[in-house]
């Protein structure tokens, strides 16, 4: 396995914290990471239609210097690498030419938030925090396994159970795609550069939600729109932000909305209870598009 400060060494680059740059340099670390995906092929194989083996290509955003890269070529079949910094993903391109020319890498040169993804099987990345939330919203959808590594204080927002202080839009919209825990807190010594705040790797295994929106543009918009009004009742709330939400009539919602749960406050919502008045709000609350 190559070793994460010869890596450095010889791409001749010093991390810049100001383009994301955080390279691991912990062995223990990088060799955790791909093993988070182990055993989710069973969990997955209920789902229909069947999805494609779990190692066959790996997406890594961000590829650095390529230890991360190295290790993922280890138990991947095909890995795509998306790297922004155009030194970075030459050096990647040099340093890992046998594996490119043999067809298991390929780098992608640009914006992760621009460039086309590929149809990856699963995707661990060392996320470039700065556009972290960003990334994770493109890669979740495609209802993938994501084992990515945050700032410790947004993985633990995405984790976050109802009634907790983390708890709130970031833990409704990424719950909505997956069942995700956080696995493991990384010190700010694993890297080089190291970041000015601790670390945490999020483990995300997709899956239908327990409930139904008919609109999942809406559902997102809807909780995006109450939790700008976190400490008022759910009833204040939905009738506060419907410019957010988009609802005309949202005081029809909150005339058919279970009492009970207008009185609460969008910290002890549920995704369930969200859905369940998201479906009422399309229904008496003529949304608009947005
Ligand atoms: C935290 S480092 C991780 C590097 C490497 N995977 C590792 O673990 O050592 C994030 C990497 O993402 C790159 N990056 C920053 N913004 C990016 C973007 N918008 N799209 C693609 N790559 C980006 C940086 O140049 C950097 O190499």
């Known amino acids: ?12 680059i010093r991390g810049d914290p100001d383009q994301d740059q955080h390279f691991l340099v912990d062995d223990r670390v990088l060799d955790r990471l ?9 969990t997955l194989r209920s789902q229909t239609p069947q999805p494609t083996p779990i190692f066959e290509h790996l997406l890594e955003v961000g590829g650095g210097t390529g ?19 155009r030194r970075l993903a030459a050096f990647l391109r040099r340093e890992f030419a046998d594996d490119i020319e043999a067809g298991r890498l390929t780098v992608i040169e640009g914006d992760a938030l621009e460039v086309d993804l590929p149809a990856f099987s699963a995707s661990v990345s060392n996320l470039p ?6 990334v994770t919203f493109r890669l979740l959808p495609k209802n993938r396994p994501l084992v990515l590594m945050f700032q410790k204080e947004f993985a633990e ?10 708890y709130g839009r970031l833990s409704v919209s990424t719950q909505h795609f997956a ?12 890297f080089s550069p190291p970041p000015q705040v601790e670390s945490a790797v999020v483990r995300a295994i ?26 008022k009742t ?5 009738r506060n932000t419907a410019h957010i939400s988009g609802l005309e009539t949202p005081d029809a919602v909150v005339e058919a909305a279970d009492e009970e749960l207008l009185s609460q406050r969008a910290g002890t919502v549920t995704p369930a209870e969200f859905a369940e008045l998201a479906v009422l709000a399309m229904d008496v609350g003529q949304p608009i598009e947005k």
């Open 67 to 85: 230890a991360l890269t190295d290790r993922l070529l280890e138990v991947g079949e095909r890995v795509t690498v998306i790297e922004r910094d």
């Open 234 to 238: 759910m009833r204040n709330a939905i």
């Open 34 to 42: 791909p093993t988070y995906l182990e055993g989710i092929d069973e």
């Open 1 to 12: 396995m190559r070793d994460p400060d010869a890596l450095i060494a010889r791409a001749g």
């Open 129 to 134: 925090y700065g556009v972290s939330s960003a």
């Open 179 to 190: 069942d995700v825990d956080l696995v493991e807190t990384i010190p700010r010594e694993a």
């Open 157 to 166: 927002r995405m984790v976050a159970e109802p009634g907790t202080p983390e």
């Open 206 to 231: 997709p899956r239908e939600p327990d409930y139904e929106v008919p609109d999942e543009e809406f559902f997102l918009r809807f909780v995006k729109a109450v939790f700008t009004q976190r400490r």
